[in-house]
């Protein structure tokens, strides 16, 4: 039972509050003496909110309002006054009240205002507790999330680590696939050596072959000494392969052979290398689609896939949002030396209302992006989130502004470019891979990206700093 206190030296106006606010059932304390409530005040720590007059004799609400914001435990203020004017509306809202009300006002009105004012601050207090959690809790090396997905997740990963097995992780783009094999790797033995990345569409088919295997002095033309290897450089550490899905027949058949002889040779050389490294791999793609048209090899398929793990996309670990968007805030306040306290509720809304189709690396984006352009102290909205809520949005308002003609062909072109945006996200910018996705010609998306001034290096993948 939340318990305000009301402070009016009217006392016909504190009667009619009260009566109004204990039907509701909330407890009220009543005071005609700012003194004296104050006074009260600094001896009761249960008090939810309070609504005082700003004009009073002796102590004003200026007064209180500074007061009330001063104590350990501050709790929101709603300002009433008859002396209805712009400035003092700005100035006790810049002091920092919660909401500012013009007498006379009605029960109805005073009920749904206070209800929201108290449904902000416990939304507040929620994130304070939690980011008070986040200090102190550990993370599963640098992967940040409690929510019960996720501690399926790192259950599995504790149970394989030990092990040699090849680990194949499955999940959407921006999930954190990468950061997985590397809390495999760092939960075994292998920990001491080298965890070697490499992503299989950053580089060219024709250069991989010499990234994964090395290659010999003279090899090919501009192979002008002796180049290791990953899976040698890797030693007894591990190598991980992101979107092993993308790799051509050739890499993939030469994998294979790896994995089953457990030894390679360098490009254009005759001496046989021990593989010493544990092999993981990733991909956001549908291999068994793949292996049914005979476009990833299905004895490689199931090489690989000896444990899968399989990484819940971000809208799927709601419990987790706000812990990572403060994880990335401190990271990122840190980098850039801003001082910001935190998310305030209406930001915190915002975060819990959006899809997240761009998973932890759009979040991670967001944050980043708002820390450099937000100048308070605290961050009142995200920057430029992604929509993944397009055609809704297009037909909320569309019979107000435009005839039938024209809103269909604002809502064919939100179509449009809705599902450009997506692909080119889930292909990294491959216009080949987003032309077959959409049934349309590599041309075509070309236009269409220039249609909608969209670059296609935006979409490419950047490797992640801080932690997920």
């Known amino acids: 039972m939340k318990k305000v206190m009301v402070i009016d030296d009217d006392e016909k106006v504190i009667i009619d509050i009260a009566a109004v606010l204990e039907k509701e059932g909330y407890t009220v304390a009543t005071f005609t003496s700012a003194p004296n409530a104050l006074e009260t005040l600094d001896a009761l720590r249960d008090i939810d909110l309070v609504l005082t007059d700003i004009r009073m004799p002796v102590i004003d609400g200026h007064e209180i309002l500074k007061r009330v914001l001063a104590r350990s435990r501050p709790v929101p203020v709603i300002v009433l006054t008859g002396f209805a004017d712009v400035d003092t509306a700005v100035n006790v809202m810049k002091a920092g009240a919660s909401d500012f009300l013009c007498k006379p006002i009605s029960g109805k009105e005073l009920v749904v205002r206070i209800k929201k004012v108290l449904e902000k601050q416990e939304l507040a207090e929620e994130v304070v507790s939690l980011r008070k959690r986040l200090e102190t809790a550990e993370t599963f090396h640098s992967i940040v999330g409690k929510s019960k997905k996720m501690m399926e ?23 954190g696939k990468e950061l997985v094999a590397r809390a495999i790797h760092l939960a075994s033995e292998r920990k001491g050596d080298p965890f070697v990345p490499i992503s299989c569409t950053a580089i060219q088919h024709t250069l991989l072959e ?43 058949a030469k994998l294979l052979r790896v994995l089953q002889e457990k030894e390679f040779e360098r490009v254009g050389g005759i001496r046989q290398l021990k593989l010493d490294a544990r092999i993981i791999t990733a991909t956001n793609r549908n291999l068994e689609q793949l292996v049914h048209e005979s476009r990833f090899r299905e004895d490689l398929y199931y090489r690989l896939n000896v444990v899968q793990v399989d990484l819940p996309p971000l809208r799927e670990r709601e419990g987790d949002i706000l812990a990572l968007a403060n994880s990335f805030l401190d990271f990122f306040k840190k980098r850039y030396d801003k001082t910001i306290e935190g998310f305030s509720p209406s930001a915190v809304e915002q975060l819990l209302g959006h899809s997240w189709p761009g998973n932890v690396r759009e979040l991670r984006n967001a944050i980043e992006r708002t820390v450099l352009t937000n100048p308070r102290r605290w961050i009142d909205r995200v920057s430029r989130l992604e929509s993944a809520g397009g055609l809704p949005e297009a037909f909320k308002d569309l019979p107000g502004r435009l005839n039938y003609l024209k809103a269909k062909d604002t809502v064919s072109q939100e179509l449009e470019k809705t599902y450009l945006i997506q692909y080119m996200r889930q292909e990294k910018g491959q216009i080949n891979r987003v032309a077959e996705l959409m049934g349309v010609s590599t041309r075509t998306v070309s236009r269409q990206l220039e249609k909608y001034g969209l670059d296609k290096m935006v979409f490419k993948e950047k490797k992640a700093t801080p932690p997920l």
């Open 153 to 175: 997740v790192y259950e599995l990963i504790n149970s394989i680590a030990s092990t040699d097995t090849t680990v194949l992780v499955r999940g959407e783009t921006g999930t």
């Open 210 to 252: 010499s990234e994964l295997f090395g290659h010999e002095k003279g090899a090919f033309t501009g192979a002008h000494a002796l180049k290791t290897g990953k899976l040698e450089s890797a030693g007894k550490g591990t190598v991980f392969l992101d979107e092993i899905g993308d790799t051509s027949p050739d890499i993939q």
